[in-house]
T-cell receptor, first 114, second 111 residues
Framework: SAVISQKPSRDICQRGTSLTIQCQVD?????MFWYRQQPGQSLTLIAT?????????ESGFVIDKFPISRPNLTFSTLTVSNMSPEDSSIYLC???????????FGPGTRLTVT | LAKTTQPISMDSYEGQEVNITCSHN???????ITWYQQFPSQGPRFIIQ?????VTNEVASLFIPADRKSSTLSLPRFSLSDTAVYYC????????????WGAGTKLIIKP
């Protein structure tokens, strides 16, 4: 299984600012996914990032608000732009497994917007 | 994508076998069934995956009946360290990854 790290692990940000979350994998992977998880809730997919192409966003999420970069097969970033308190959540990145169906997750980034 | 239904919570005594059942009535022919475990303040962790019948690994067993409309995750000896939320997902990586997460089952220990 892949080892995934995220930076920062947590942050407190002011309304109207932006935060970029980094996701680093210890091996090359095809697909990377970004999720949001509000406290006590399940995971909601934000977008799928395939290296070399534009990210694919789920309904309710737009590129202007959550721009994603995927410069190579081991790294991706998610930016939360123009933040509001409603963006307070845990943001998780994941990668596809070797068999293709399972996912491996990073530890998450806990974001609080004041 | 097939929708899954699980109990919101379950409790068990330490040392007992725990079985969590997930319903997925609309599962497609190519869909696999995957279970994840999530501890507080951590990302979900892959536990086990199967297509039909029974799969066993060092952590758990997964039982899937012939009609595949449900699956049961079995933890052989529940311990305090197993207290977590367990998610069941179905999907086919060839056409769509398992990206729709249900509410999960919160498994807690009985006092």
């Amino acid at each position: 299984s892949a080892v995934i790290s995220q930076k920062p692990s947590r942050d407190i940000c002011q309304r109207g600012t932006s935060l970029t979350i980094q996701c680093q994998v210890d091996s090359q992977v095809t697909m990377m996914f970004w999720y949001r998880q509000q406290p006590g809730q399940s995971l909601t997919l934000i977008a799928t990032a395939n290296q070399g192409s534009e990210a694919t966003y789920e309904s309710g999420f737009v590129i202007d608000k959550f721009p994603i970069s995927r410069p190579n097969l081991t790294f991706s970033t998610l930016t939360v732009s123009n933040m509001s308190p409603e963006d307070s959540s845990i943001y998780l990145c994941s990668v596809d497994g070797t068999s293709g169906d399972e996912q491996y997750f990073g530890p998450g980034t806990r974001l609080t917007v004041t | 994508l097939a929708k899954t239904t699980q109990p919101i919570s379950m409790d068990s005594y330490e040392g007992q076998e725990v079985n969590i059942t997930c319903s997925h009535n609309n599962i497609a022919t190519n869909d696999y069934i995957t279970w994840y475990q999530q501890f507080p303040s951590q990302g979900p962790r892959f536990i086990i995956q199967g297509y039909k019948t029974k799969v066993t690994n060092e952590v758990a067993s997964l039982f899937i009946p012939a009609d595949r409309k449900s699956s049961t995750l079995s933890l052989p000896r529940f311990s305090l360290s197993d207290t977590a939320v367990y998610y069941c997902l179905v999907g086919d990586a060839l056409s769509n990854y398992q990206l729709i997460w249900g509410a999960g089952t919160k498994l807690i220990i009985k006092p």
